[in-house]
């Protein structure tokens, strides 16, 4: 770990890109080796791809700005999957993963 407090700076839109071209992303695709998610619980091998207009990563799709506002409820129908948990885990772990990159990015030096 490079020691960043990487928990004070924002999830932001702009730094969620589409894993398949780079442009930005509107839904979050839950998959199992590319195919609709599978498995039980936090053993479940459930990927998180992030996907813009232009692309389908397959498997169980949930709108981007839905998931982050909370409004549509996805994160809670998507725990009450036998794959929910691994799902959340994945998702949360592309999220962290984007907010320590951005807090290192600000950090270079430059």
Known sequence: MSGVNWSRTTLTRGLIRCDLCGRRADTVHFVTDGEYPQGDGLEAR???IFACPAHDAGGYTADLDSWLDGSSG???HVADKTWGPSALAAVN????ELLRNAA???RAPG
């Open 46 to 48: 459930v990927e998180a």
């Open 74 to 76: 996805f994160a809670e």
């Open 93 to 96: 772990g592309r999220f962290d």
């Open 104 to 106: 290192e990015t600000d």
